[in-house]
């Protein structure tokens, strides 16, 4: 693995002026790194909110908004079901729109369905899943990459929200520890490729979310959970430090 030199943060304690693409930003821990994010970008920045739901997203807006003098950043929401190509496509197109000069984009997932190996005899429904979790990911960020060609100054972050379940296998749980361990290489390779582009993926430890409110549903195992915003508080610290290797894989409870 290899360290990148420059760094994410270029005034002091900020991340600089650029755009910020947040995928899974109306919920959980997605709307916790936009309400971190919203508050380190300097003004002039823009901030993409991707999800599905369009409402969730237009409050999240406003209230981001209503902290700060609304011009000091521009926020805006792109409603977009990410499993679909037209949804990649309008989150790659909205991004072109802002041609600046740093860009963060952090890559939230879905939970899918928990059961037994056995069960996974349905192409399409295995498709689906490993279509969001792992083709949108690298699609949509190759497009935003293509979006940007190289050019002195520009500097890229990509987070990929991973998980332990990435290096860890669990009994019933083959596709998201399986999305999680394809996630993590992927963007291992993008960092082998890219040296002007600084990779994380951050595993944001067990979290107090809908997620795993669904976990609870499904299985009847609760977890001692943590609050989204001490998890997102620890990532944006780590990409603002920027000491770690390009391509790492860090968690919540080594950092
Ligand atoms: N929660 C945990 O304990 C935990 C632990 C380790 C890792 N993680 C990881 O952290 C990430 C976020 O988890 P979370 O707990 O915050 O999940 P969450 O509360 O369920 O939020 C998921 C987000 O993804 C969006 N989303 C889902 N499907 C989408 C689609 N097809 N197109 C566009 N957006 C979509 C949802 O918005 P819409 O429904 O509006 O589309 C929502 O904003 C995941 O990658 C998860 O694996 C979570």
């Keep these: ?12 304690g900020t991340l600089g002026r650029g755009i910020c693409i947040i995928t ?19 003004p002039g920045s823009v901030l993409l909110l991707v999800a599905r739901s369009g409402t969730l997203l237009q409050e999240l807006k406003e209230e981001l908004q209503s902290f700060t003098d609304k011009q000091r950043l521009v926020v805006h929401c792109i409603a977009a079901n990410l499993s679909t ?10 991004s072109f729109t802002y041609p600046l000069c740093l860009s963060l984009s952090l890559l939230p997932g879905s939970l899918g369905p928990i059961s037994g190996f056995q ?16 083709s949108s990911p690298l699609t949509l ?3 935003i990459l293509q979006t940007f060609p190289r050019r002195p100054g520009l500097r890229w972050s990509v987070v990929n929200v991973s998980s332990i379940y990435a290096l860890q296998a669990l009994p019933s749980w083959a596709l998201y520890c399986t999305a ?26 067990p979290l107090d ?40 894989h860090l968690d919540f409870f080594e950092v």
């Design 1 to 12: 693995m290899k360290a990148t030199p420059h760094n994410v943060a270029t005034g002091f």
């Design 24 to 42: 899974g930003a109306s919920k959980g821990f997605g709307w916790a790194l936009a309400h971190e994010v919203y508050h380190l970008l300097e």
């Design 85 to 94: 190509t037209e949804g990649v496509n309008e989150t790659v197109r909205s």
């Design 119 to 134: 069960s996974f005899t349905d192409l399409e429904r295995v498709n689906s899943y490993l279509s969001l979790n792992i």
């Design 141 to 143: 960020t190759a497009g």
């Design 180 to 205: 999680k361990a394809a996630r993590k290489m992927m963007f291992s390779v993008l960092a082998e490729e890219e040296p002007n582009v600084k990779v994380l993926s951050y595993s944001p430890g």
């Design 209 to 248: 979310t809908d997620m795993q409110e669904e976990i609870r549903r499904l299985t009847g195992i609760s977890h001692c959970l943590f609050p989204c915003k001490e998890s997102a508080a620890k990532l944006m610290k780590l990409l603002l430090d920027n000491d770690f290797s390009s391509g790492a």
